[in-house]
């Protein structure tokens, strides 16, 4: 005989209750050796078995001030992989998939990065095709022309949707004119750029000093180390490559109205201040960002979209930039109900800071933030992409090992805390970008918005 799902859940006195968590079980990190070589490039190794692969990360400082500069890196980017004196596009194809590799290229205005993965065999294999590309790829006048009609083609779509529409807003509303928002290039610049300002831009920015090399797998750390500084001797340069320096800070204010004709749903950017990982009171931040958005279970989500049906989706999370880090809340929502969506919110964020989260709030964020850490970071791919972000912050897996014990001590008192200085509604500027014919009466109403 069997029974079904509902008869397992239940007793004759009600549902069965859900069994308690067990114990956090730890996930063992290795150790990352740390070497700077005599070209400047810091290399990080660790040794992590389990499957013959390894991950490789290679992030390059990329920042530029010439309003040219974002054209010329996305192609510069596109065309990394496209051919050397001694290569051309298939060969390089070929000879990453004899040892089952791929390297993918892309920037920002932050940085350029170069990932990829292959058989741990195969890394001396990956490491060549590496050092060729970053000292003598040419950048084919036919492969620039080519990924310079396929680039403006993707910016005319991505320009046409809401929520790039809305990022753009955003980031001119937190920073200016300042470089960082400029993630993507118009396609009149795209239009413009030669191949020689792509090998120039290559000439002068694609340099090892500055730069973090990290690789993660089946690896011997000290060999994979040599091996790197065998291949990529030929990589020098004699400055270091561009950082981008800090923007502002964005100010508290109004939350701008940005007209879009015709648009039959609003999207909803707020963004204040946050920690960045270093700080004492990031555990406490990332756990009442939890608490209020960060995940399905959190109040924000349990009201607009649970109770209220306004949106499928909303999101709080931070965002770490050069010399700080930002708090975003997002959501999409259909015009009729873009005023109420930013009422709730601005309740939501106002209920945080005076009615803190409760002891049963908070253990729910904790175990879930410690899960997830824990669950990212035991796999290969997981592990090599946290240590290079955290290297960029100047931070190690050190702080990786102590990050759930800091996480497991903080207090109730500290997270009210928290919420109380970083998530009051008055901490926040932002965008709301629909049909201002539509939603303009019912948001202004509210009050601060311009």
Not at 138 to 164: C, F, G, K, M, W
Not at 292 to 319: C, L, P, Q, V
Not at 373 to 378: F, G, K
Not at 389 to 406: I, N, Q
């Amino acid at each position: 005989m069997t029974r079904t799902a509902e008869e397992i859940g239940r007793t004759e006195s009600g549902p069965r209750g859900l069994p308690p968590l067990g114990p956090i079980r730890d996930v063992p990190l290795p150790d990352v050796e740390d070497v700077t070589l005599p070209n400047g490039l810091r290399v990080l190794a660790a040794h992590r078995p389990g499957v013959p692969m390894v991950e490789l990360r290679l992030r390059v400082p990329f920042a530029g001030d010439d309003p040219t500069h974002p054209a010329v890196a996305e192609l510069l980017s596109s065309t990394l992989l496209t051919g050397t004196r001694t290569r051309d596009r298939v060969a390089i194809d070929d000879e990453l998939a004899a040892v089952g590799a791929d390297l993918g290229v892309s920037v920002d205005p932050e940085r350029l990065m170069i990932s990829g993965s292959g058989l741990s065999d195969g890394l001396p294999d990956v490491l060549g095709v590496l050092a060729d590309v970053l000292t003598a790829a040419t950048h084919p006048e036919t492969e620039v022309a080519r990924e310079r009609t396929r680039l403006v083609e993707r910016i005319a779509v991505a320009r046409s949707q809401p929520r790039t529409i809305a990022r753009e807003a955003l980031q001119r509303k937190r920073f200016g004119d300042h470089p960082i928002t400029r993630e993507m290039p118009t396609g009149e610049a795209v239009t413009a750029v030669t191949a020689e300002q792509v090998r120039a831009l290559q000439a002068a920015a694609l340099v090892p000093r500055g730069s973090i090399l990290t690789i993660v797998g089946d690896i011997d750390s000290g060999a994979a180390i040599a091996e790197v500084e065998k291949q990529l001797a030929a990589w020098t340069a004699e400055h270091a490559a561009q950082e981008m320096a800090p923007p502002p800070v964005p100010a508290p204010g109004d939350i701008e109205l940005v007209h879009r004709p015709g648009s039959v749903q609003s999207q909803l950017r707020l963004t204040a201040a946050a920690v960045r990982r270093d700080h004492p009171d990031y555990a406490a931040f990332q756990l009442a960002n939890l608490v209020f958005g960060g995940y399905f279970s959190s109040r924000w989500m349990e009201n607009i979209r649970e109770d209220k049906g306004y949106t499928y989706g909303a999101h709080s999370g931070i965002e770490f930039i050069p010399g700080g880090a930002l708090l975003g809340v997002d959501t999409d929502v259909a015009s009729d109900v873009t005023a109420a969506a930013l009422l709730e919110t601005r309740y939501e964020l106002g209920r945080l800071a005076v009615v803190p989260p409760t002891a049963e709030e908070i253990d729910a964020a904790r175990a879930y933030s410690i899960g997830s850490l824990l669950i990212s970071l035991d796999n290969q791919n997981g592990l090599a992409s946290t240590i290079a972000a955290l290297a960029a912050d100047g931070l190690g897996v050190d702080w990786l090992r102590g990050h759930p014990a800091r996480l497991e001590a903080v207090t109730v008192e500290q997270v009210a805390a928290a919420a109380l200085t970083y998530f009051a509604p008055t901490a926040f500027t932002g965008v709301v970008v629909g049909d201002a014919d539509v939603i303009g009466a019912g948001v202004r109403a509210l009050g601060g918005v311009a």
